[in-house]
């Protein structure tokens, strides 16, 4: 039920075709029905005593018809103020809504996973702080060339993995090329993946059928320990160009 909400009201907003619609789904429907939640947590502060009037008004009909009068003078008072603070502070509610969605999806989702433990994120925060809070706060879209690899080299384990993953169709960005994939950049351990894109950790075979994916090149840990970031992406930029030229795919 759930699914086929998100999936009449979110997804088909988006203009996606229909196998598009359902791998953003598959992708992004957790996170989006914790948005939704969390943006509607502030109502229960705003309309606390509501269900308690109607309750009262109903189980008790012997109450006069002054106290009746004063009652739903009250609630229309209390509904008129809601709406009011809920104007002037729109703002407020929206960020604090967002802010508690990004933790709660942190702590519930992004954490669970065997490709990094909680004992690793604990690593990480005491590592590189920086890193940790772009994870946390979902800021790692779009960047998953840097932040897979300072993963790797700051847990010292696990491996790169280069797919050529399928993009949303149609192509609503302006500035698309027209291609079909587009290469990503995925942080794997223990035959899990860790994807930036939807801040989750997936089974490998879950997210490559998703993603409907091509595996271009794996690096363990081992064969980028002696290099910097810089140095990584200087290497393999020339060979995932060609491939990409190769097999009808984005480089970015």
Not at 70 to 91: E, H, N, P, R
Not at 115 to 136: G, H, P, Q, S
Not at 216 to 229: P, V
Request: hydrophobic share 45%; proline share 2%.
């Amino acid at each position: 039920m759930i699914q086929y909400i998100m999936k009449k009201f979110v997804a088909k907003n988006m203009l996606l075709d229909k196998e598009s619609q359902e791998r953003y789904l598959q992708l992004f429907l957790k996170q989006e029905i914790i948005e939704k939640l969390c943006f509607m947590f502030w109502i229960s502060f705003i309309f606390p005593f509501v269900p308690l009037v109607i309750i009262e008004i109903c189980e008790d009909i012997q109450f006069s018809m002054i106290t009746q009068i004063a009652i739903f003078t009250f609630f229309m008072l209390y509904c008129i103020g809601a709406m009011i603070l809920v104007k002037f502070f729109q703002s407020t509610f929206v960020t604090f809504s967002y802010l508690l969605a990004v933790k709660v999806f942190f702590l519930v989702f992004t954490t669970k996973g065997k490709a990094i433990c909680k004992e690793d994120f604990n690593t990480i925060k005491k590592v590189d702080t920086e890193l940790y809070t772009l994870i946390e706060t979902q800021k790692c879209r779009n960047h998953c060339w840097f932040i897979c690899f300072k993963i790797c080299e700051i847990l010292k384990k696990g491996a790169i993995e280069f797919w050529a993953i399928k993009k949303f169709s149609p192509h609503i960005d302006e500035e698309d090329d027209g291609k079909d994939f587009t290469i990503h950049v995925l942080y794997v351990n223990n035959g899990w993946v860790f994807d930036t894109n939807s801040f989750c950790q997936y089974p490998i075979e879950e997210l490559y059928n998703i993603y409907r994916a091509r595996v271009c090149k794996t690096l363990a840990f081992d064969e980028i320990s002696k290099k910097s970031y810089e140095e990584f992406v200087k290497e393999q930029k020339p060979m995932l160009t060609k491939w990409c030229s190769d097999h009808n795919c984005s480089m970015f």
